[in-house]
C-alpha cells in the first residue's frame, strides 16, 4: 500500500511508513504532546522490544484519500482539545508539505495523561513544609 502520484514523467509513490516518519516528527514537536502509545499494551510492549519509531501512528490510504490516526500521551494540566487541534493541524502540515498531497483526515486518540515531574517535586516540597 502506498500512496501515488502521477507526474508527466512518471509516478511517484510514499510509502506509508515515510508517511508515519513525518508525522511522528510533527506531533512529537506539537504542545502538550509527551509520547506516542499504541492502540493497544501489547503493542507498546512489543514497539518497545523493536525499537519501533512510529508507533502510535496509523496511516491509511482508502479510495484517495490519506488518513492519520495518531496515538498520544499528553501533559496532565494542558487541554486536551487544544492539544488535539494543534496535533492535527500540525501532523495535516507537515506531511501536506512534505509530500504534496492532501490529508482528509486526521484522527487524535489519547491514549493517557502523564504527570510532569517538577509537579511531583512541588507537591512534595509542600507537604514537606507542612510537618
Known amino acids: ?15 506509508p511508513t515515510a508517511i508515519a516518519t513525518i ?3 510533527a506531533l512529537l514537536t506539537s504542545y502538550g504532546v509527551v509520547g506516542m502509545a499504541s492502540k493497544t499494551a501489547i503493542g507498546d510492549w ?8 512510529h508507533h502510535g501512528i496509523e496511516v491509511q490510504y482508502k479510495k484517495g484519500q490519506l488518513v492519520i490516526g495518531v496515538y498520544v500521551i499528553i501533559q496532565h494540566g494542558t487541554r486536551i482539545s487544544q492539544v488535539a487541534s494543534s496535533v ?6 507537515q506531511v501536506e508539505k512534505a509530500i504534496g498531497l492532501p490529508v482528509y483526515q486526521v484522527n487524535v486518540y489519547v491514549q493517557g495523561l502523564r504527570m510532569s515531574a517538577e509537579a511531583g517535586d512541588s507537591s512534595e516540597k509542600t507537604s514537606r513544609s507542612r510537618r
Open 46 to 53: 512489543a514497539a518497545t522490544l523493536t525499537g519501533d519509531p
Open 1 to 15: 500500500m502506498t500512496d501515488h502520484i502521477e507526474e508527466p514523467l512518471g509516478s511517484i509513490h510514499v510509502s
Open 23 to 25: 508525522a511522528s516528527q
Open 88 to 93: 492535527i493541524n500540525a501532523v495535516r502540515f
